[in-house]
Nanobody
Framework: QLQLVESGGGLVQPGGSLRLSCAAS????????IGWFRQAPGKGREEVSC??????????????YYADSVKGRFTISRDNAKNTVYLQMNSLKSEDTAIYYC?????????????????WGQGTPVTVSS
């Protein structure tokens, strides 16, 4: 059974940092494009950051995408040996408060189009507040 499990969320003060993890079971993340998406209270789900796989021929292996709102603050990375993808979040702002989801897709035409992602985790909450 293919499963994604997020962890690392929590409460942090503005300007603080968190590292989210997305661990896969039942499949090997190496061959999947992975995305982080978030949904803030009362808003729709939006893309945050995505990283391609070697199987996705449209993109170079480990090509990345960042939403403008997180560029320069968030970093996505993958550790294939641990079958895990990370999202390092620095300089957090109150507007980063949301449920963060990781998702996996084997092949995508657009790197961070959430409609193309097939497998989703249950989400981890991030609250940025003083």
């Amino acid at each position: 059974q293919l499963q994604l499990v997020e962890s690392g969320g929590g409460l942090v003060q503005p300007g603080g940092s968190l590292r989210l993890s997305c661990a896969a079971s039942g499949f090997t993340l190496d061959y999947f494009t992975i995305g982080w998406f978030r949904q803030a209270p009362g808003k729709g789900r939006e893309e945050v950051s995505c990283i391609s796989s070697s199987d996705n021929v449209k993109y170079y292996d480990s090509s990345t995408y960042y939403a403008d709102s997180v560029k320069g603050r968030f970093t996505i990375s993958r550790d294939n040996a641990k079958n895990t993808v990370y999202l390092q979040m620095n300089s957090l702002k109150s507007e980063d408060t949301a449920i963060y989801y990781c998702a996996a897709a084997h092949l995508v035409a657009t790197l961070c189009d959430q409609d193309e992602y097939d497998y989703w985790g249950q989400g981890t909450p991030v609250t940025v507040s003083s």
